[in-house]
Nanobody, 125 residues
């Protein structure tokens, strides 16, 4: 059984940086497409960033391009989301997700099979 555990969230000021981590246990992590999603209060959960199994293909939601970087360490079964120049509108619960079946970095939730519990990121102005 694949399990995902996020960490690294917190309360920061606008312009600050945070790095989220997602540790994966069970299954064959190095084969999975991985993604980060976020859900702001009163809004739907949306795609933020995704990375293929080898790390050489990434995809980002337009509002985070140039500020966020997704990466993975297959030796540590962990993905990361480096978030720089944070804005109040980045405030949300951030979830990592694993796409166990499929090789393309997908942006729609239904393509991902397993989810973490989420970590809160709050950016004050």
């Amino acid at each position: 059984q694949v399990q995902l555990v996020e960490s690294g969230g917190g309360l920061v000021q606008a312009g600050d940086s945070l790095r989220l981590s997602c540790a994966v246990s069970g299954g064959t992590f190095s084969r999975y497409v991985m993604g980060w999603f976020r859900q702001a209060p009163g809004k739907e959960r949306i795609f933020v960033a995704g990375i293929n199994w080898s790390g050489d293909s990434t995809r980002y939601e337009d509002s985070v391009k140039g500020r966020f970087t997704i990466s993975r360490d297959n030796d540590k079964n962990t993905i990361y989301l480096q978030m720089n120049s944070l804005k109040p509108e980045d405030t949300a619960v951030y979830y990592c997700a694993a796409r166990i079946r499929g090789i393309v970095v997908a942006v729609l939730e239904h393509n991902y099979d397993t989810w973490g519990q989420g970590t809160q990121v709050t950016v004050s102005s």
